[in-house]
């Protein structure tokens, strides 16, 4: 009984130093728990976690005529980023992938140069993002610091609603050869500087990883 006790007392003592000022318990422990969760997709990969595009199949309509609403509401012409690579990605605050944000900045930092990432703020998997705009970029600022650009939140599956930017990643008859949508949080899509999908990343993949670091260069 003492032994369950103090095991108990060790739990407790660690979920508050894990507890985040601006964070809630869940959002805390999933941080914590992440360098785990990523752990384990490397000791099980999925062969479908990348995608790439070796047939260098063109776009069939321009990614640079897509226009898209940023997190204050302002209208986003994507034609500004031509000349640099972007990588797009699908976000949640209450997901085991969050801390991502993290390294999403952390990249872009590094080739902020060439590389612009881009976030979009989603609720499609497991309601993982119920927060409204406003609150959304308080949580990323507050908790990770990004700096890159932040779109409003919107649906990034197929269907009716699926963000334009997405219709033409998930479409192939638009991009070319991809008809992959967002398998979880966190999915990710490069483009090159000519406006042309090269690659997809599911959340598994590390935005520090190899895969990705190579891609970009």
Request: with cysteine; aromatic share 10%.
């Amino acid at each position: 009984m003492q032994k369950i006790l103090i095991g108990a007392g060790i739990l407790v003592v660690g979920l508050f130093l894990v507890k985040r000022k601006d964070m809630s318990w869940r959002q805390s422990i999933l941080k914590s728990v992440y360098p785990l969760v990523m752990l384990k997709t490397k000791l099980f990969p999925n062969k479908k976690e990348i995608q790439t595009n070796m047939s260098d199949a063109k776009s069939v309509t321009s990614f640079y005529a897509l226009k898209v609403k940023a997190n204050n509401g302002t209208e986003v012409d994507l034609n500004q980023y031509k000349g640099k690579k972007i990588l797009i990605v699908n976000t949640a605050s209450d997901c085991g992938y969050t801390a991502q944000y993290d390294e999403l900045e952390k990249l872009y930092q590094k080739h902020k140069d060439k590389l612009v990432v881009i976030a979009f703020p989603a609720n499609d998997f497991k309601e993982q993002e119920k927060k409204d705009d406003q609150n959304i970029a308080a949580f990323c600022k507050a908790n990770y610091g990004i700096s890159f650009p932040l779109m409003q939140k919107s649906h990034v599956v197929k269907g009716g609603e699926q963000n334009p930017v997405f219709q033409w990643l998930s479409n192939a008859k638009q991009n070319g050869w991809c008809e992959q949508q967002p398998v979880w949080n966190f999915s990710k899509y490069l483009i090159n500087e000519n406006g042309e999908l090269t690659h997809f990343f599911a959340m598994t993949v590390s935005p520090l990883g190899k895969e990705v670091e190579a891609a970009i260069q």
